[in-house]
């Protein structure tokens, strides 16, 4: 439920009234408009009347407009820039930035101790290589026994 200011409500007002006479004048029923677009049948009469007491914020309003605008055969995203946003005037930003608060900007030291870190490379685990997939190893025994064999008893030679 959105409280639309005198300007957003006299463009709610106007555009409803073009969207609902381009609907009666291809025939559609809102029922239809409210099928195609996903848009609540509610919502869809409050836009055609003005209604802003049962419509959501603007930012939906104006989402509303486009896509009952693109249904309508009417160019929904020109349709829904006419429907301001915000009409109030943006405040003047001051020169001159705020000072963060000291918690920000002074550099204290942690209570805590420093300590140094182990000498990583003494580290058995983290000095050897690598391990190799069991897969890798059952083929080089695999392949280490089949040479043994071999050496042991060479293949018959043909006569």
């Given at each position: 439920?959105?409280?639309?200011?005198?300007?957003?409500?006299?463009?709610?007002?106007e555009i409803g009234?073009?969207?609902?006479?381009?609907?009666?004048?291809?025939?559609?029923?809102?029922?239809e408009v409210a099928a195609?677009?996903?848009?609540?049948?509610?919502l869809l009469q409050a836009i055609e009347v003005g209604q802003a007491t049962v419509l959501p914020e603007p930012i939906f309003i104006q989402g509303f407009i486009?896509?009952?605008?693109?249904v309508v055969g009417l160019d929904g995203i020109a349709l829904s820039k006419q429907f301001s946003l915000d009409t109030t005037a943006v405040p003047a930003k001051s020169e001159q930035p705020k000072a963060l608060p000291p918690q920000f900007t002074e550099h204290r030291r942690s209570p805590l101790p420093l300590t140094p870190v182990q000498n990583l490379s003494t580290h058995k685990r983290l000095a050897q290589p690598p391990l190799t997939s069991r897969s890798t190893v059952r083929i080089q025994s695999t392949l280490n026994r089949d040479k043994n064999q071999l050496t042991q008893n060479p293949p018959a030679q043909p006569v």
């Open positions: 439920m959105s409280k639309l200011d005198p300007i957003q409500l006299e463009q709610l007002k009234v073009h969207l609902h006479q381009t609907r009666e004048q291809q025939s559609k029923s809102l029922e195609k677009t996903f848009i609540p049948l509610r486009r896509r009952y605008g693109d």
